[in-house]
């Protein structure tokens, strides 16, 4: 008996937390934002790229996409999220992106970038890293 639960040990020790992820890349969505008055009256295009920590195993097994993250759905999101929101701040567009990911998404966390060119010949951009809450 102690053999097996030697053995047994081992296996539960060489477990490690999944760390695969799936990435959307420079996905670009017009939205309005922006604290200056010209900015609340025409869209800009942001860039958004992301990391999601999601176990994809289940997917290569099956090759189904129901098993999947729908990348085209985290996309479909992102855009829902910006166009609703007319935010004034990219760190608020970003926060709400992730947000919404979070729980509408099987993502354990996530690495969200916004990119936004501005007027002076330059690019803001924020990064964020976020993990779901555990209850």
């Given at each position: 008996m102690g053999h097996r639960?030697?053995?047994?040990?081992?296996?539960?020790?060489?477990?490690r937390p999944v760390t695969d992820h799936v990435s959307i890349r420079d996905l670009r969505v017009a939205a309005v934002i922006g604290v200056h008055a010209w900015e609340r009256e025409v869209e800009q295009t942001l860039s958004f790229s992301v990391d999601m920590a999601a176990d994809v195993r289940k997917a290569a097994a099956t090759d189904e996409l129901a098993d999947a993250l729908d990348y085209s759905a985290v996309a479909a999101a992102i855009g829902a999220v910006v166009r609703e929101g007319k935010f004034r701040l990219i760190e608020t567009a970003a926060e709400r992106?992730?947000?919404?990911?979070?729980?509408?998404?099987?993502?354990?966390?996530?690495r969200l970038e916004v990119?936004?060119?501005?007027?002076?010949?330059?690019?803001?951009?924020?990064?964020?890293e976020r993990t779901r809450e555990v209850p």
């Amino acid at each position: 008996m102690g053999h097996r639960a030697h053995r047994r040990r081992r296996a539960v020790a060489g477990l490690r937390p999944v760390t695969d992820h799936v990435s959307i890349r420079d996905l670009r969505v017009a939205a309005v934002i922006g604290v200056h008055a010209w900015e609340r009256e025409v869209e800009q295009t942001l860039s958004f790229s992301v990391d999601m920590a999601a176990d994809v195993r289940k997917a290569a097994a099956t090759d189904e996409l129901a098993d999947a993250l729908d990348y085209s759905a985290v996309a479909a999101a992102i855009g829902a999220v910006v166009r609703e929101g007319k935010f004034r701040l990219i760190e608020t567009a970003a926060e709400r992106v992730a947000g919404r990911l979070l729980a509408d998404f099987p993502v354990s966390s996530l690495r969200l970038e916004v990119r936004k060119p501005v007027r002076d010949g330059y690019t803001a951009a924020v990064t964020i890293e976020r993990t779901r809450e555990v209850p």
